[in-house]
């Protein structure tokens, strides 16, 4: 495969021949890495490809998927190819392995949150659930990128309630947002700041119990 990404694969033990499996692709915030996410859906290790990937610049101590010119306002530019290129590397990791493309999971905190909502806008029905942690949907991805339809979008929304780095209202505004567009969506908020709280964790776990077939 050709990629711009650095990322790490799990799979079942036992894979069955000709079997198709759900996939989960993992984006993690700024200053973090690939190796941040993987340890809240461990317990889909046996039932899921998992794919957690690195963003491709590096931003001490870990790394982003884009660069920001202020708070809520990512770079258009950087942002745009980012998006084209994640679109481009889940439609070919789910080719190239034995992964039901009827069950598509995206997964991401902060930065990755704020790309897997952009990414289900912009592939419509290919993804079937998304779990966005402590994120937003920029502007330009609202005002100006063609969507397709979320209608049987399956949607996990959670924010802090004291989170100091990207306010807890751009949580409440994306879970409204996602509704106006006719996908199911639960919304959870927890009393921390910019983090994954244990009950978040055990509340995405369980959406994902009830999705994954």
Same mark, same amino acid.
């Given at each position: 495969?050709? %990629? ?14 000709? &079997?198709?499996?759900?996939? @989960?692709? =993992? ?7 690939? *190796? ?32 920001? #010119? ?20 889940? #439609?070919? =990791?789910? *080719? *190239? ?6 069950? =598509?999971? @995206? ?10 909502? %952009? ?13 966005? =942690? ?8 609202? #005002? #100006? ?18 989170? *100091? ?15 106006? &567009?006719?996908? &199911?969506?639960?919304? &959870? ?25």
């Amino acid at each position: 495969m050709n %990629s711009n990404f650095t990322y790490i694969h799990s799979a079942p033990q036992d894979l069955e021949d000709n &079997k198709k499996y759900p996939a @989960l692709f =993992l984006m993690h915030g700024m200053g973090s890495n690939e *190796n941040d996410l993987v340890g809240l859906v461990s317990s889909f290790n046996e039932k899921c490809h998992i794919f957690s990937i690195r963003g491709p610049i590096s931003q001490p101590p870990g790394y982003a998927f884009f660069t920001i #010119e202020g708070l809520g306002k990512p770079h258009r530019a950087v942002f745009d190819q980012v998006v084209g290129d994640l679109q481009s590397l889940i #439609e070919e =990791l789910s *080719n *190239n392995y034995s992964i039901d493309t009827n069950q =598509l999971f @995206l997964l991401g905190f902060s930065q990755g949150a704020i790309l897997t909502q %952009s990414l289900a806008l912009v592939m419509g029905d290919k993804i079937k659930g998304i779990i966005a =942690l402590s994120g937003y949907i920029p502007a330009f991805v609202k #005002e #100006e990128y063609e969507h397709q339809s979320v209608n049987n979008l399956n949607a996990f929304i959670s924010h802090g309630e004291f989170d *100091n780095m990207l306010p807890y209202e751009w949580g409440t505004a994306s879970r409204d947002y996602f509704v106006e &567009k006719g996908a &199911k969506v639960t919304f &959870k908020s927890y009393p921390v700041a910019h983090g994954v709280a244990p009950g978040n964790q055990r509340d995405l776990v369980t959406f994902l119990d009830e999705q994954i077939s």
